[in-house]
């Protein structure tokens, strides 16, 4: 059996897409918040989620994964509220961060861990675009208090990498070594 270690509703549907049944097991861990090389932070935190599950479920299949963006050499999580969530969408105005998912999973006698980098350049905001967005879009889950998948259009200009890792769970890698 494969069990994602995730409570987050957009990676259950991103790992619908690949066809496999899979079941869903929150991870009760603390996530790390700064390290050494900050693009490690996240798949540091997928290795403990993925770990905490699997120490349950020894003989199924185990995916953690977490996302966050590093900006100006910060990592950037969850907006705590929504001003917070302002000031963080007015920083990006007009300048990219990268989105860094870390994956990990475990099976019977593997462990395989590794991130994916996507790069996302905003449009040049003003506080008007920045409220209509946070009027439209709920973000205080969302690493970098914003959802590309969810009026992306009005506050991203471009991004590099692939879109379900700025969404939360990329899938190519993940899809070769569940499915082949």
């Known amino acids: 059996m494969v069990i994602l270690a995730s409570k987050s509703p957009r990676r259950r549907e991103l790992l619908g897409r690949l066809g496999i049944d899979f079941t869903v097991e929150v991870a009760d861990t603390d996530e790390a918040t700064t390290g050494e090389n900050l693009f490690d932070v996240p798949q540091q935190n997928a290795l403990r989620k993925a770990r905490a599950v699997a120490a349950k479920h020894p003989l199924d299949t185990v995916i953690g994964a977490d ?5 100006e050499d910060r990592l950037i999580g969850k907006p705590e509220n929504l001003a917070e969530a302002k000031k963080m969408l007015l920083a990006f105005s007009g300048k990219t961060h990268a989105v860094v998912t870390g994956i990990a999973v475990i099976g ?3 462990e395989r ?3 994916e980098v996507s790069q996302v350049r905003f449009k040049a905001l003003s506080e008007h675009d920045v409220e209509n967005y946070l009027a439209a879009v709920p ?3 969302k690493a970098g208090a914003y959802a590309i998948q969810s009026h992306g259009e009005n506050i991203v200009e471009s991004y590099t990498g692939e879109i379900e890792n700025i969404i939360g769970l990329p899938l190519k890698k993940l899809g070769k070594i569940l499915v082949g």
């Open 108 to 110: 019977k006698d593997k």
């Open 139 to 141: 973000v205080l889950d």
């Open 113 to 115: 861990v590794w991130h």
């Open 67 to 71: 996302t966050a963006i590093i900006f």
